[in-house]
């Protein structure tokens, strides 16, 4: 290999275009002007050495002549002292940029080392590097396989298949030319890094899995076919730094110690978090506000922020979002990524509002087909369960992520309405044939989702997406009836009808929620389920506090909560919502747990301003009044009208569940 190197370099010099343009002008003057013996020109003139350099020896320097830089003596100075040694002073511009490429090189080598030595600490990949390293291959080879090993496991653990990406990169092609315009290479220049926060490219890979293996399937806010393209071909087209910053930030919170990263020093995934947030942050100016990767990252960095109890400034950030959806997006984005973002924000910033009981900023989209231009058929892969390097569980069942999506935004319109009816401040009425048409959207939606994602007895694992997406369902009825509990007005009958839908509904999300604790455990459920967790546990321990018993409920909410706090990253705006939970149960009257402390801590650490953090509300509690005193004046005399019409007459109500059904959906058959 050096010697044809050498040859290679040989070759191009002696063919250099510059080399023979010097050597034409000396062979010209040399012919026409007589040459060294100054005949034609009646002065000696020195022929210039072939190669010049930068740095010329000090005899040169003085002289002010050109050295072609020979060691140990230039061809000039053995002109005339024959033998000797030149000095060389290295400039001190060239000695920096030396010392930085060394610098450089010798982190590169440290990177592969270090990948080589988790490697051998994880019982998957020891045999084959000890192999490798007994065969005599480099340490760069090694690490690079290793690599790659993991970012297949990314794509072979997500919605993403190899092969789907390689359709993605034919589509991004084509596209390329009109994506110029976009601005590429405004955040990538040659040596620049998708994050400075570190050079562990491992580290990353295992973040982007934790992120498309929890998160991404729950909340899709953009394409990974695309953003997996761009980022793979090192494009910001559909791949930004501040998105691959703000994605590795939010994995952070699914972080736990994996033996290859027991070290001396072990990673402090809040403090990595934040340090990926803080640059994220930093690339995030006004100018890219538009940009179709900037909606995203506001809306990873809304999720990075309500994980870790920052509400209020991520309420800004999915607002911020919502404004320039809102303005409408570069028309020059695929079809299908522009939709996929536009659905998942929608959604996103729907979910907000309804669990803060306000308006969504966002506009009602106006398609009327979810996902009309997006290829599901690319994302039928085989779910796997990821959590760190060398535990990567197959499955064989499909992922259904992409129907997971489109569900949940189907779900979302029903929600958006929902909360527009209960929250709008311009006046309108609350009827019961409104309530209760939202209603019947509700149980259409259910009876209508996909085989895929029904919760069937014979499904000993249902994907956790699959139960989070009926979690939200169970919670949206408990939300749309729990304002109307405690109207003495309702009949009597209606009453205790009415209260039975809403008794089962927070029964079952609890079931669902307890099948995903585990099956999976609740390290892995994002804020929007445990808003979810408490609105249902609320309901029982205030309107059926005998069966369960509220006690049960109240230990129950509490230990969920702090399993989803724990670990190394955590979700640390549980700590807040067990606080407004137990101030809850007081007011009801329920004995708290002995293991009180044990469960949450003391109390007495979070203030206001904690609260008001957390959640921009004091309460996690439906304010009930701010709906009543909308109510039509007939609502309660209307209400077992309305019933028959349109619930008991509705298609659905053969199909849909029985209240007081012995028999439900029997999720705790799958726990055993």
Not at 288 to 306: C, E, G, R
Not at 438 to 462: F, I, V
């Amino acid at each position: 290999m050096t010697s044809a190197r050498l040859s290679h370099s040989g070759q191009s010099t002696s063919d250099s275009p510059l080399q023979s343009d010097s050597t034409r002008g000396t062979t010209g003057e040399s012919s026409s002007g007589g040459g060294d013996d100054g005949s034609a020109g009646g002065s000696k003139r020195r022929r210039a050495p072939k190669s010049v350099t930068p740095n010329a020896c000090t005899n040169c320097k003085k002289a002010k002549a050109k050295c072609d830089g020979m060691k140990p003596i230039c061809s000039r100075c053995r002109s005339r002292k024959g033998e000797g040694t030149c000095r060389y002073e290295v400039h001190v511009n060239t000695a920096k940029e030396e010392m930085v490429r060394e610098i450089r090189d010798l982190r590169e080598k440290n990177d592969w080392v270090e990948r080589i030595l988790r490697a051998l600490r994880s019982d998957k990949a020891s045999k084959e590097v000890i192999d490798c390293l007994r065969q005599g291959e480099s340490y760069q080879s090694i690490a690079e396989g290793l690599r790659q090993g993991i970012l297949a496991d990314v794509l072979s653990g997500s919605p993403t298949a190899g092969r789907q990406l390689s359709e993605a990169f034919v589509d991004f092609e084509m596209n390329a030319a009109s994506d110029q315009s976009l601005g590429a290479g405004m955040y990538l220049k040659d040596g620049t890094r998708w994050t400075n926060v570190t050079t562990d490219d491992t580290l990353v890979d295992h973040l982007l899995a934790l992120y498309f293996t929890w998160l991404h399937p729950v909340h899709m806010v953009f394409s990974e076919v695309h953003f997996m393209a761009s980022y793979t071909n090192r494009s910001n087209i559909y791949c930004s730094m501040p998105m691959v910053n703000a994605v590795c930030a939010m994995a952070c919170r699914f972080f736990d110690h994996a033996p290859e990263y027991d070290t001396e020093t072990p990673i402090d995934p809040q403090i990595l978090g934040n340090r990926f947030m803080a640059e994220a942050r930093s690339h995030i100016t006004p100018d890219i506000y538009h940009k179709l990767t900037t909606l995203q990252t506001l809306a990873v960095m809304f999720l990075v922020d309500l994980s870790a109890g920052n509400g209020s400034r991520a309420s800004s950030y999915i607002r911020l979002a919502a404004d320039q959806l809102n303005a409408r997006l570069d028309s020059q984005y695929s079809t299908e990524a522009s939709e996929m973002a536009s659905w998942g924000l929608y959604a996103l910033n729907v979910i907000w509002a309804a669990h803060t009981y306000q308006v969504p900023s966002i506009d009602r989209l106006s398609s009327s087909d979810v996902f009309q231009n997006v290829h599901m058929e690319w994302h039928d892969d085989l779910q796997h369960f990821y959590q760190h390097t060398g535990n990567f569980s197959p499955s064989v069942q499909p992922n259904s992520a992409m129907s997971t999506a489109k569900e949940h935004a189907k779900f979302c319109r029903i929600l958006h309405d929902t909360t527009s009816i209960f929250y709008d401040g311009h006046g309108m009425k609350i009827s019961p044939g409104v309530v209760l048409h939202q209603y019947t959207r509700y149980l259409t939606w259910k009876e209508e989702l996909p085989l895929n994602l029904a919760l069937a007895d014979g499904n000993s694992q249902p994907l956790p997406h699959v139960l989070s997406l009926h979690i939200q369902y169970h919670a949206a009825i408990v939300r749309l009836f729990r304002p109307f509990l405690g109207l003495d007005q309702l009949h009597v009958p209606a009453r205790n009808r009415l209260r039975e839908v809403a008794v089962e509904n927070a029964t079952k999300g609890l079931e669902t929620l307890d099948a995903y604790r585990k099956l999976y455990t609740c390290r892995y459920q994002l804020p929007f389920q445990t808003f979810c967790l408490l609105q249902m546990c609320d309901l029982l321990i205030r309107f059926s506090p005998a069966q369960p018993p509220a006690t049960d409920v109240v230990h129950f909410c509490l230990e969920t909560l702090k399993e989803s706090s724990d670990g190394s990253g955590g979700f640390t705006i549980c700590g807040p919502l067990q606080e407004m939970f137990r101030q809850s149960a007081v007011e009801c009257g329920i004995p708290l747990p002995e293991d009180l402390h044990d469960l949450m801590g003391s109390s007495s650490q979070y203030t206001l301003d904690n609260l008001l953090d957390a959640y921009t509300r004091v309460s996690y509690v439906q304010p009930v009044a701010q709906i009543t005193d909308k109510l039509e004046t007939t609502f309660t005399q209307d209400w077992d009208e309305e019933w028959q019409r349109l619930v008991e007459t509705s298609p659905s109500a053969g199909k849909r569940e029985s209240v007081r059904s012995d028999k439900s959906m029997q999720i705790t058959s799958l726990l055993n």
